[in-house]
């Protein structure tokens, strides 16, 4: 590949460092996809300049015009402090006119939603958990079909902001505080999901209208307290100690059938073409007790970090990390 200048966009708290030296594992937890992506994107030959974006356009808007980068690195998860206004910085790219990275404005909007991208799938007869949405401004009323255990999410957050072993419920005095706690802590409608016990599976994909889906990846949790179910908590995302003291860890999902493998390729292909989802993604499911597998959300852009799901797949699947964002960006240049 020739040499691009590419412009990598992330929030001004994750510009990373030049070394990791002196950090502790817990520091550089927070900025370890920036550093790994730049390192690499330099390793590379490439002419890398890190833009933080938190508020304003003004520097996208500037550098198109005085740098003229061949492609954004869109590394953004948030604007104006909202994540879900992530697509809307994209939409600038895209009236700017200048290639970037990851996913599309259609597929990042169709994605965000955790109800709305159920009744996509739901309409093409994808496996899906039943749920219901429960606005900011409205009682909590359960639909009788909606039987316990419940999950409460955020309807729009995403890096399992809010989630934690609270967020299952049993009856309707919990769903109303759980959902109370998504509206007015963590600010957003939320969603009530049937409650999927069981295994949980990852498929990275890659690619534009042809889509290559990564060796099925499974989180594991080894070391739970008794009672504790196997969900991805914050903590369980985002707190190194604690995946090191409760055994959590990732790999690649072993004794699956034949069948199954190819459900999760064949499913997950046709996630991409009805949600539009493009560039890179991975799409989380849950495997029921018996054998179900249901589509729990998609990820646009998901975490590109070396040791983390989409990059350990990718792996598996024969692409060094350098190769891997190699390909991203080949991605979005074709777009
Ligand atoms: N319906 C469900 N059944 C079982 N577990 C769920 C369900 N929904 C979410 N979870 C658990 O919570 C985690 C985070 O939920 P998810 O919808 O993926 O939100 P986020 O966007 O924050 O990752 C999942 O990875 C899974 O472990
Ligand atoms: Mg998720």
Redesign the pocket.
Known sequence: MKRLRVAVLTHPTLVPPESREGYSEQEAHVWKTEFDVVATLRELGHDVRVLPVANELTLIRETVEQWKPDIFFNLLEEFLGRQEFDHHVVSFLELMQVPYTGCHTRGLILARD?ALSKKLLAYHHLLV?KFAVFPRDRRVVRPKALEFPL?V?SLV?????G?SQA?IVDNDEKLRDRVAFIHQRIGSDAIA?????GR?LYAGMMGNARVDVLPVWE?LFENLPPGAA????AHVKHNPDYQERRGIFQQAAEDLTPALRQQVINTSRRIARILDLDGYNRI?Y?LSEDGKL?F??A?PNPDLAASEEFASAAEAAGWSYPELIERILRLGLKR
């Open positions: 955790k958990p999950i999410k957050k995403e890096s399992s902001l989630i967020s999901e049937q409650y999927i016990d949980e989180l196997r969900i991805a908590t989380d849950r249901y729990l959300e990820n």
